[in-house]
């Protein structure tokens, strides 16, 4: 089993820059993607 990043159930991969945010840096509206506000 391979875990490249541990996440927690409040945290989601922005679908960009690949990082692991808290759920409250996420931006919606891009679909079905998660964006962090870096990237939005
Ligand atoms: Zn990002």
Same mark, same amino acid.
């Given at each position: 089993?391979?875990?490249?990043?541990?996440?927690?159930? *409040?945290?989601?991969? &922005?679908?960009?820059?690949?990082?692991?945010?808290?759920?409250?840096?996420?931006? &919606?509206?891009?679909?079905?993607? *998660?964006? &962090?506000?870096?990237?939005?």
């Amino acid at each position: 089993m391979t875990v490249v990043v541990p996440m927690r159930a *409040d945290e989601f991969r &922005c679908s960009r820059c690949f990082l692991v945010y808290h759920r409250s840096q996420r931006v &919606c509206g891009h679909e079905e993607q *998660d964006i &962090c506000r870096e990237c939005a």
